[in-house]
């Protein structure tokens, strides 16, 4: 049996990705997660959805905004420095309240980002 084989990126080396006019990511997968360079310009949201793939979202500049629950009653907004999990099929929506780079890690792989059939983000 062959032994498995690591590999090494650069976010700065990676294009990246624009799925929309106000959002683009870079994305680095692995067998089992997911872990992605999101760019959010300040506005742009991404539309109620929910996904088998347990989240994690680290802000890293800028802020977002989420409403979480079928009903989008719960709200929490995630600062610079801030960690939120949401857990599998949790519906979720979030809006950028202003230019934001979050890292978002997903287990297992979305594999519609994958094959960019994420056409709620695509709108």
Wanted: charged share 30%.
């Amino acid at each position: 049996m062959e032994e498995p084989k690591a590999t090494w990126h650069c976010w700065d080396d990676m294009p990246k990705e624009r799925v929309n006019d106000l959002l683009s990511r870079r994305l680095i997968t692995g067998e089992r997660m997911m872990l992605a360079h999101v760019y959010l310009d300040k506005g742009s949201i991404v539309p109620t959805h929910s996904h088998d793939n347990e989240q994690i979202t680290y802000v890293l500049e800028g802020a977002l905004h989420f409403w979480l629950g079928a009903d989008g009653a719960e709200e929490v907004t995630v600062h610079v420095g801030e960690v939120l999990v949401i857990p599998p099929n949790l519906p979720h929506k979030a809006e950028a309240l202003e230019d934001t780079l979050d890292v978002d890690i997903f287990s297992p792989p979305r594999q519609d980002w994958l094959d960019k059939t994420d056409d709620y983000l695509r709108r």
